[in-house]
């Protein structure tokens, strides 16, 4: 076991990957020279040189694209975003493009494409830098979509997600790149993508959380056991294929469920297990599903504002209190 | 065989380096600097009285952002805190040139934008501190100053997106006959976006009265020019058949002598303009910079020709006003300032309600649960 920040492990696998295949690249925003925005990339560049570690310019869009292309014709690309709220402006060339080539030529093409970089908030940075964007590429058929919360989960899912034959976007976050975590030292340790992982055993109430906020859902389930009140941690790990069976399973236990989610409300991960649970589990429900997510309007930048907005760890303990009846 | 292949694989490099630590601290300035404008501010069309407000107005931009970077560094507010400084003689110069109801609109290096179109220092501060009483009300901080009265139409923070935005206030002036100029500034990192040469073809081809000015202060982030850029930035225009100039940004008479004769230009015949106004950002791109893409020597040179020392030199040879007054302004400045962190820091935070005040224009939308 080794101990790594966040940031730390995500370089691991970019690294140990690089140094398995040749055709793997990294190409963003200040990736190479000035080692990463969030220092990712650190020392990549010294190792494997500028023809496989990328500077782009501020063309979100077009180095999306190239990334696409390069993939179709036989290259292994990991394209960084700054953060995915300028991945948006790309968005044309993953959706429309990446999501859909290979069904579009009858499986003649396929496209072995990361798309990383961090996702959602990172504290005060206003509207436009604050979305969490994993419920909405989920939306769309063609691609798997990842939000780790924790290195081993980060290190062991990147790996998977780059040896992958298809487009996989991988988000993390700017405000756990520090974030220290055992990693496992097992040689070509993978996690296969799809699998959620029960982190807090408990059974009392099955909680969902993925990415920041499962650390937000921990600080609930450390105050809650205090009133001796288990909760049961389910990080889904990957959005896009849904774990289903195994928040399933644990609902058949507990009989309740809080999906703790940083997205708005409509339409996102919260909205879609909340639906699958009662499909799935209605005779096992001894309460309606609850979810805590941030409201339907976009992140202010005044800080109790902003904090008022984000998914707290007492939003979390409201809502476990409500499906326990406690109060 | 195989060998051969292997080495020339191995010289393959698609990004230029260049700048900094990779050229072994040897200075390699990113932008050359057109020389700035002999005339003298008479022959300018300047009062003394507009030469020493214009050294009041881009001294208050520096001020303001030493001491928002002071209060920064104190912990005072959070978020991103980009810093003009090193660029004033544009916002000044441009402000200067054009009338009071044009439009302006930026990307977010916007604090100077503000200072100098409408946004009190007060207001400015506030902002900054996500305070109510912000000129955004506390919702869009340092990226996001803006006095849409005034026609000052905000710091946008994605790069790029307030370059058709500049497009489209200038289409709806056309639009409406009312002989308004708009300019549109962006960094040289915006350049690369492609919504620039969507917007540069739309504009030429319809006529838009708009400048499309770009900020070339030598980096974007940590990126030199010539690493992100092919060729001139200037030179975009072409392509599109657009007028085009390129200009010292360094000296405030220069640029408002430039601006002045593009937006005359745009006004009389309806057609935009692309100018690149070379510039240098005395700080790193935001305050988390170590900045090492560039040497010291190099942002020396720079400092050597900083806009608001040469201003108040025009002041002093020109006999306009002597250094006492100087002392004066800038201690009234100083203390507009500080009066303003004193503003910022005792107003109030928005009330918790202001979560879901304008998002729509309504104040009964049925907030989704
Ligand atoms: C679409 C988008 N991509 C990336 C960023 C991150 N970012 C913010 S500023 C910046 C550099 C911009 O440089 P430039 O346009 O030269 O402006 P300057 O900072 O020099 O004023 C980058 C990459 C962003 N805000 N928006
Ligand atoms: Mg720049």
Redesign the pocket.
């Known amino acids: 076991m080794a101990e790594l920040q966040f940031r730390e492990a995500i370089r691991a696998a970019i690294d140990e990957e690089m140094a398995q295949d040749e055709n793997i690249f990294v190409m963003g925003?200040?990736v190479a020279e000035y080692n990463g925005a969030y220092k990712v990339t650190e020392g990549l560049l010294d190792k494997y040189g500028p023809k496989r570690m990328i500077d782009t310019p501020?063309a979100?869009l077009g180095f999306a694209g190239i990334g696409v292309g390069a993939a179709m014709n036989g290259l292994r690309p990991i394209i960084e975003f700054?953060t995915f709220n300028?991945a948006v402006?790309a968005a044309d060339q993953i959706i429309n493009h990446a999501s859909k080539i290979r069904y579009m030529t009858g499986g003649q093409i396929k496209i072995p494409i990361v798309f990383r970089g961090p996702n959602a908030s990172a504290g005060q940075l206003s509207a436009t830098?604050s979305v969490a964007y994993d419920s909405m590429y989920a939306h769309f058929p063609g691609m798997k979509v990842i939000y780790t919360s924790e290195p081993e989960d980060a290190k062991g899912l990147l790996k998977s997600a780059i040896r992958d034959e298809n487009p996989v976007l991988f988000m993390e976050s700017e405000q756990m790149y520090g974030l220290k975590g055992e990693v496992t030292d097992e040689e070509d340790f993978t996690i296969p993508i799809g699998k959620a992982k029960v982190k807090r055993e408990g059974s009392d109430v099955t909680v969902v959380a993925h990415g920041k906020m499962y650390h937000v859902a921990t600080q609930a389930a450390k105050q809650l056991e205090k009133d001796g009140v288990e909760m049961e941690i389910i990080d889904p790990r990957t959005v896009k294929p849904l774990d289903i069976e195994t928040i399933i399973t644990s609902i058949k236990k507990t009989n309740r469920c809080v999906i703790v989610d940083e997205a708005h409300p409509f339409g996102g991960l919260a909205a879609e297990v909340g639906y699958l649970i009662q499909r799935e589990a209605f005779d096992y429900l001894d309460a309606p599903v609850q979810r805590v997510t941030l409201p339907d309007t976009s992140a202010p930048f005044a800080k109790n504002l902003f904090d008022e907005w984000l998914p707290s760890a007492n939003e979390v303990i409201d809502a476990v209190n409500t499906v326990t009846y406690r109060k | 065989m195989a060998d051969k292949k292997n080495e020339a694989q191995e010289e393959i490099q698609f990004t230029p380096s260049g700048t900094g630590i990779r050229t072994n601290g040897q200075v390699v300035p990113s932008t050359e600097l057109p020389s700035p404008t002999r005339k003298k501010h008479k022959s300018l069309g300047l009062s003394e009285d507009d030469v020493v407000d214009m050294f009041e107005q881009m001294y208050l931009q520096r001020r303001f952002e030493e001491r928002a970077m002071q209060m920064y560094q104190k912990g005072k507010f959070g978020g991103f805190l980009?810093l003009y400084m090193g660029q004033e003689a544009i916002s000044t110069g441009t402000v200067y040139a054009l009338n009071d109801d044009d439009d302006i609109i930026t990307?977010?290096?916007d604090h100077g934008w503000g200072l100098v179109r409408g946004v009190s220092p007060k207001a400015g501060m506030a902002e900054l501190y996500g305070k109510v009483t912000g000129c955004s009300r506390g919702k869009g901080g340092s990226m996001h100053f803006a006095n849409a009265e005034e026609h000052f139409w905000g710091g946008h923070?994605?790069?790029?997106?307030s370059i058709p935005l500049g497009g489209g206030i200038a289409f709806a002036n056309k639009y409406k006959q009312n002989g308004r100029v708009t300019a549109s500034f962006?960094?040289?990192?915006?350049?690369d976006?492609g919504v620039l040469h969507e917007t540069l073809n739309m504009s030429q081809n319809w006529g838009l009265p708009c400048i499309f000015a770009i900020?070339?202060?030598g980096?974007?982030?940590g990126t030199a020019v010539h690493r992100h850029s092919v060729g001139e930035l200037v030179d975009r225009a072409k392509g599109y058949g657009m007028k085009s100039m390129v200009l010292n940004g360094m000296d405030v008479f220069t640029v408002y002598e430039k601006m002045k004769e593009v937006a005359e230009d745009v006004r009389e015949n309806s057609n935009p303009w692309l100018v690149e106004i070379r510039t240098y950002?005395y700080r790193g791109?935001s305050m988390s910079d170590p900045m090492k893409y560039r040497t010291k020597e190099e942002l020396q040179e720079y400092e050597k020709l900083d806009p608001v020392e040469r201003i108040k030199n025009y002041l002093l040879n020109e006999d306009i006003i002597d250094e006492d007054k100087i002392g004066e302004i800038e201690d009234s400045v100083e203390d507009t300032v500080m009066e303003a962190i004193d503003f910022a820091e005792e107003s109030d935070f928005p009330d918790k309600s202001d979560l879901y005040r304008d998002v729509f224009v309504e104040d009964d939308y049925p907030f989704h649960t």
Request: aromatic letters at 10%; glycine letters at 16%; zero cysteines.
């Open positions: 925003e200040e501020i979100e700054m300028f402006l830098h | 980009h990307a977010y290096r923070g994605i790069v790029g997106g962006m960094g040289d990192g915006a350049v976006q900020e070339n202060n980096y974007a982030m950002r791109h």
